[in-house]
């Protein structure tokens, strides 16, 4: 890990750069300086949240479809902005370093507190956000390619304890929730992918698809198009139960195998944005995920709806840091 750490400070100063710059003048392309209104209340003017991945991932589907129904609820339009690179700490450097006013928010997973520890140059840590809310926490769908010959768990162990890295793995993004199902799987399984790393879950579902890698690990947002056209193999889900949107495909847990994984989704506003601020955006994202259509929607779009904010939010967040943080640290010795 430390060499990996070593080889990806020279590509994410290299990115970031290229892409901070693009990225600012398309924030007042979108409306980030819309004039605020006289009376000042917030939000006066356009809210943007920063999804550090590719558009049509699981990320941005799960952000676009809450926005949408907080919309109503703020009396603003809410501007997605996809700043790609890094396996999300660009966009997350974006985020953090934007005016803690409540105008710019970020998408937030369970990894992201601990990325000063996997990434050299990154500059933010677990102190660099305000949690605001919690929204949904996600399986994974296991799917192969056609040609692997791997149709469900036994012959996809039986394939990786062959030989080391003998399967290929599609991972979207390095030390995202993907690779920590990776990393987990492999120790309590006792064996080795060959580590793929793309641009968000949707990239390594098409690389499964097109048969240049063997599996892929996309959330269920990312996996049902590529499903329903025929072009993978679902072989499991990573709950503990199934998911109705899926419930033709089985847990792993079904498959003889004791194993789950699961990732939290969230949003968070850079730190010293003021209470208040955050108490009304937690409030109107509330009010959004109660709405039974949001429900429905996001049900149908493979997000599985789960909700945290405030104090409760905070300590989750918090113990989540921690428990990631000794994970990151003992792969790093």
Same mark, same amino acid.
């Given at each position: 890990m430390k060499s990996m750490k070593r080889i990806?400070?020279?590509?994410?100063?290299?990115?970031?750069?290229?892409?901070?710059?693009?990225?600012?003048?398309?924030?007042?392309?979108?409306?980030?300086?819309?004039?605020?209104?006289?009376?000042? #209340?917030?939000?006066?003017?356009?809210?943007? @949240?920063?999804?550090?991945?590719?558009?049509?991932?699981? +990320?941005?589907? =799960?952000?676009?479809?809450?926005?949408?129904?907080?919309?109503?609820?703020?009396?603003?339009?809410?501007?997605?902005?996809?700043?790609t690179g890094g396996s999300g700490t660009v966009g997350l450097t974006k985020m953090v370093g934007a005016k803690p006013d409540g105008y710019t928010l970020g998408y937030f997973a369970c990894t992201n507190s601990n990325d000063n520890l996997l990434f050299e140059g990154i500059e933010y840590g677990v102190d660099s956000f305000v949690p605001v809310v919690e929204y949904s926490a996600d399986p994974h769908i296991i799917v192969a390619s056609k040609k692997s010959g791997i149709t469900d768990m036994e012959s996809l162990l039986a394939a990786a304890k062959k030989a080391p890295e003998s399967v290929s793995l599609a991972l979207g993004g390095a030390w995202t929730s993907h690779d920590f199902l990776r990393i987990s799987?492999?120790?309590? #399984?006792?064996?080795?992918?060959?580590?793929? @790393?793309?641009?968000?879950?949707?990239?390594?579902?098409? +690389?499964?698809? =097109?048969?240049?890698?063997?599996?892929?690990?996309?959330?269920?947002?990312e996996a049902i198009p590529q499903i329903e056209a025929g072009n993978?193999?679902?072989?499991?889900?990573?709950?503990g139960e199934r998911f109705d949107v899926v419930s033709d495909i089985p847990t792993i847990k079904e498959q003889g195998i004791d194993y789950e994984h699961t990732m939290w989704r969230g949003l968070a506003a850079p730190a010293g944005t003021p209470q208040e601020i955050v108490?009304?955006?937690?409030?109107?994202?509330?009010?959004a995920w109660n709405n039974e259509q949001y429900q429905e929607e996001a049900k149908a779009a493979g997000t599985m709806t789960e909700f945290r904010k405030g104090e409760d939010f905070k300590n989750f967040y918090l113990e989540n840091h921690e428990s990631y943080k000794a994970m990151i640290e003992a792969g790093l010795e």
């Open positions: 990806l400070t020279a590509v994410l100063a290299g990115a970031m750069a290229l892409s901070l710059a693009a990225c600012g003048n398309n924030a007042q392309e979108q409306g980030g300086d819309t004039p605020a209104k006289a009376d000042g #209340e917030f939000p006066s003017k356009v809210i943007q @949240v920063i999804v550090p991945f590719g558009a049509g991932g699981g +990320a941005d589907i =799960s952000v676009r479809t809450l926005a949408k129904y907080a919309e109503e609820a703020l009396g603003q339009k809410i501007v997605i902005q996809n700043v799987l492999e120790q309590q #399984e006792e064996i080795k992918f060959k580590r793929m @790393v793309y641009q968000g879950g949707a990239e390594a579902i098409t +690389a499964v698809a =097109s048969g240049d890698v063997d599996l892929a690990v996309p959330f269920v947002s993978v193999v679902p072989i499991a889900i990573t709950s108490d009304k955006l937690a409030a109107a994202f509330e009010t």
